[in-house]
């Protein structure tokens, strides 16, 4: 089982020529509405990707119908309580070349209940896994109760803050940071990805792969990604995670979470849309073979 403290938000897309520079306004070819949050998103690729994942979270009243969306794709969504504050949303703007620009509104995901995540929480075990972002409240007591009990905890470090990341790293069995977010991290603080007290730490390299850093044994997989042409990237590193805590939940090696992981990213990133672009799992299966 896969628990998620995890963002909610209504997703407004509008493609663009290019991302806006500073002070310049340009009109959109095309716009749509979807369901997203790095929470969601992750939840909704873990489940495609065949595990069973509760997700905790918030939305206002104008977010019933990304709930259904939600519990469409087999999330269980019975621990997302609304409440009277604007679900969280994103002004995404997604360029001709596929690159994007996001504004985020945290929304009700910034005003977690920390009794109800306790009480959620308080079932969770060593098999089980919990996964966290910095899109929301509580992600330091979600992670210390967890690890507390013994389950795995894995954090996903965007949006990057280095106070959040210092914060929950004694409690992390997975740190996963993409390329930026490391070098961020390393000029924040004068330490290498490396050599952080955490077991694992995933570092995402976008067209180039993944690397999977095992700091008990001190030895690093590296996972190439595959080549595409891409349409839309929001929502890839997500789809990466999702499918990555999947494949480990479920017992596959890192080598091969991490091979299926970047299928789905790719598979992704060749569709417009965040969760609704997710691939299943037999699309990722289809794809490598």
């Not at 949050?37 to 918030?58: E, F, P, R, W």
Request: proline content about 3%; charged content about 15%.
């Amino acid at each position: 089982m896969i628990y998620n403290l995890g963002s909610i938000n209504i997703d407004h897309f509008y493609r663009v020529q290019r991302v806006p520079l500073p002070g310049e306004t340009l009109a959109s070819s095309e716009y749509s509405v979807g369901l997203g949050g790095k929470g969601a998103n992750q939840s909704v690729a873990a489940v495609l990707a065949g595990a069973q994942v509760t997700h905790i979270g918030a939305v206002g009243s104008d977010g019933a119908w990304a709930v259904e969306r939600l519990a469409s794709f087999g999330v269980d969504t019975r621990n997302i309580v609304t409440i009277a504050c604007a679900t969280g949303h994103a002004v995404i703007f997604v360029a001709d070349n596929g690159e994007n620009g996001i504004v985020l509104h945290p929304g009700a995901n910034a005003a977690q209940d920390r009794s109800a995540i306790r009480s959620v929480l308080s079932k969770i075990s060593k098999t089980n896994w919990l996964m966290l972002q910095n899109e929301t409240s509580q992600q330091l007591q979600a992670a210390s109760l967890a690890h507390e009990q013994g389950a795995h905890v894995v954090y996903s470090a965007a949006p990057f803050n280095i106070g959040s990341v210092t914060q929950i790293l004694p409690y992390l069995s997975i740190l996963i940071m993409n390329e930026v977010e490391a070098q961020q991290f390393e000029q924040s603080t004068g330490k290498n990805y490396k050599a952080l007290p955490v077991p694992n730490v995933l570092i995402t390299r976008g067209a180039e792969g993944s690397e999977w850093w095992d700091g008990e044994h001190q030895k690093s997989i590296f996972v190439p990604a595959f080549k595409v042409d891409p349409i839309d990237t929001t929502g890839a590193g997500d789809t990466f995670a999702g499918y990555l805590v999947a494949g480990l939940s479920r017992g596959l090696s890192v080598a091969e979470a991490m091979e299926q992981a970047t299928a789905a990213s790719a598979i992704k990133i060749g569709r417009k849309g965040t969760a609704d672009a997710i691939p299943s799992r037999a699309e990722v299966l289809g794809f490598l073979s």
